[in-house]
T-cell receptor, first 115, second 114 residues
Framework: AQKITQTQPGMFVQEKEAVTLDCTYDTSDPSYGLFWYKQPSSGEMIFLIYQGSYDQQNATEGRYSLNFQKARKSANLVISASQLGDSAMYFCAMRASYGNNRLAFGKGNQVVVIP | DGGITQSPKYLFRKEGQNVTLSCEQNLNHDAMYWYRQDPGQGLRLIYYSQIVNDFQKGDIAEGYSVSREKKESFPLTVTSAQKNPTAFYLC?????????????FGEGSRLTVL
């Protein structure tokens, strides 16, 4: 079974500073994918970044980067130069290639960016 | 524009009534999903479908039913058997196959049982 853990309490971040959101996972599958999504107060889920378990380099997408430590089973999201529009819930998710490619989500991290 | 459309956005129902949430996509995606989100919680999978005329139960399928008669459409019925149906429901789709396969989400439907 897949399990995603996000345990940080809500975070306040100063505008223009970087923030790191923790995510640990547990799976017995050798091949899997890790995702981060952003959910603003409006409710829609916005895809941010993807990391494959066999990718040699950490994924980056603009101001988002993923600090992937396979041995520790962690996939932390780093948001650089925070903006007010980054205030949202952030969800880590995992899909294992075996079986049915279902996406399992963590409980999320709340981020509030303050000016 | 391509995307996923969920309707209605807000829905109120009395206890004992069935209600159907609509999900339509024009992305030509093979796979579609329904998730439930409760306050302060992550998303939990209700049902998913990887091809037309086929679907599988997710982690919390009890009290829900779905159909997949067309590629574009994956409606979810919340039946009276669902004990605590008040929640935010999200529909998603993705391209089939073993790609990076990120999910594309609709804007959600918020169901409140009175």
């Amino acid at each position: 079974a897949q399990k995603i853990t996000q345990t940080q309490p809500g975070m306040f971040v100063q505008e223009k500073e970087a923030v790191t959101l923790d995510c640990t996972y547990d799976t017995s599958d050798p091949s899997y994918g890790l995702f981060w999504y952003k959910q603003p107060s409006s409710g829609e889920m916005i895809f941010l970044i993807y990391q494959g378990s066999y990718d040699q380099q950490n994924a980056t997408e603009g101001r988002y980067s993923l600090n992937f430590q396979k041995a520790r089973k962690s996939a932390n999201l780093v948001i650089s130069a925070s903006q007010l529009g980054d205030s949202a819930m952030y969800f880590c998710a995992m899909r294992a290639s075996y079986g049915n490619n279902r996406l399992a989500f963590g409980k999320g991290n709340q981020v509030v960016v303050i000016p | 524009d391509g995307g996923i459309t969920q309707s209605p956005k807000y829905l109120f129902r009395k206890e004992g009534q069935n209600v159907t949430l609509s999900c339509e996509q024009n992305l030509n995606h093979d796979a579609m999903y329904w998730y439930r989100q409760d306050p302060g919680q992550g998303l939990r999978l209700i049902y998913y479908s990887q091809i037309v005329n086929d679907f599988q139960k997710g982690d919390i399928a009890e009290g829900y039913s779905v159909s997949r008669e067309k590629k574009e459409s994956f409606p979810l019925t919340v039946t009276s058997a669902q004990k605590n149906p008040t929640a935010f429901y999200l529909c998603a789709s993705r391209v089939g196959g073993l790609d990076t396969g990120e999910l594309f989400f609709g804007e959600g439907s918020r169901l409140t049982v009175l």
